[in-house]
C-alpha cells in the first residue's frame, strides 16, 4: 500500500439504536463521539438506524410475500400473454 493516501484504520465501536445493542470492530469511519467500552478502553462511536441485530431478516421476523397470488392477481386482471 501507498503511504498517506489510506484512510486510518482502527477500532470503532458501532450502536445500534434501534435494537439498543453495539459492538466493536475496525473500520475507516470516523466520529466526533466517543464511548467507554467493556474493557475500560475509550472508542469512536458510530450511530446506526439498523444492524444485524434489529433487521427483520436477521432476527426471524420478516413478512414472507405472497407472489403466487399477486401473479395470479396479475394475470386474472390482464390476461395472459404470449402463446398458449
Given at each position: 500500500m501507498k503511504p498517506g493516501i489510506h484512510p486510518a484504520y482502527g477500532p470503532v465501536v458501532f450502536r445500534d439504536k434501534a435494537a439498543g445493542s453495539a459492538f466493536l470492530t475496525r473500520s475507516t469511519a470516523t466520529a466526533a463521539k466517543t464511548i467507554e467500552w467493556e474493557d475500560g478502553n475509550t472508542y469512536p462511536v458510530v450511530d446506526v438506524e439498523i444492524s444485524s441485530a434489529s433487521h427483520p431478516f436477521y432476527t426471524g421476523t420478516a413478512r414472507v410475500l405472497d407472489t403466487t397470488g399477486?401473479?395470479?392477481?396479475?394475470?386474472?386482471r390482464y390476461g395472459r400473454s404470449g402463446a398458449n
Open positions: 399477486r401473479v395470479e392477481r396479475f394475470e386474472r
